[in-house]
């Protein structure tokens, strides 16, 4: 009886899984002609309040099927591909930061959302940082995930930079072949390598004064075995108005896959609820 109840959870559990994934590839993919690049973009929910998620470095709108399935039951969420990802298009242009979020803000603007709740991971938690800087109208809450203000061995392990320092074109063109389906920047694949390797290299760029200029509601999130160092997290947390923090245990960079359960729900219940600011003595 026992093996037979195991049996039928796991084969609903799968079937569960398996609709969830239909049910992101079945809906439409739509661009918009923003700045120099063409966004790519999903819709996904009918909520009233506006979710977006914005992926991280080398990534894509896929990397977020495990939070769009629970999150698009509630708010309308925005899945996007940053410039050059995904399916959206690159330009041999200057990248930064700042021109990422610019990217973003278009696409609010084509889509007239004139307000709306941010999670982003790595890139896209940094993205989240630079908006809720410089445009605070736009954003209500912010979830960082594995995101830094700055970068050096202070932020991340000396091991990361090496890495980053050491990609070549080869293995970063197998590496978009392999993750991005439909890719329409081949030409341009020369620049786009060292343009990320750039980037990942010299920013961000942001100060402690430039987070205490955060007026929105912040959580950071991180892995207690991240690349990202605690200490880092915690001087983001510390320095914003209205933070919380939270640190997965047991999970390294990606604890919104590696422990997607207790992140939704975390994510939820911060983005559901008022946000009280708590007293510590």
Known sequence: ????????????????I?????????VKSQYAQINDVKIHYKIYGKGSDVLFLLHGSLEC??????QIPEFSKRYK????DNRGHGKSTFTDRKLDYF???EDVRGLMNVLKIDSAHFVGFGDGGIIGLHLAIQHPELVRKLVAIGANYKVDTSVVYHEVLEKVKAWDSDKVYQFVRNNFRGWPNDKLLGPFTERMKTLLLTEPNLTINDLKKIKCPALFMTGDHDIIKQSHTSEMFENVQRGYLAVIPGTKHY??????GVVNTIITDFLSKK?????RY
């Not at 398996?18 to 079945?26: I, N, V």
């Not at 604890?255 to 997607?260: H, N, S, V």
């Open 1 to 16: 009886m026992t093996q037979k109840f195991t049996l039928s959870f796991c084969l609903l559990f799968l079937t569960s």
């Open 18 to 26: 398996l609709f969830s994934q239909m049910a992101m590839d079945t």
């Open 61 to 66: 709108m896929t990397e977020w099927e495990k």
């Open 77 to 80: 969420v925005v899945a996007m």
């Open 99 to 101: 021109l990422l979020s």
């Open 255 to 260: 604890p919104q896959k590696e422990k997607a």
């Open 275 to 279: 946000f009280v600011n708590l007293d």
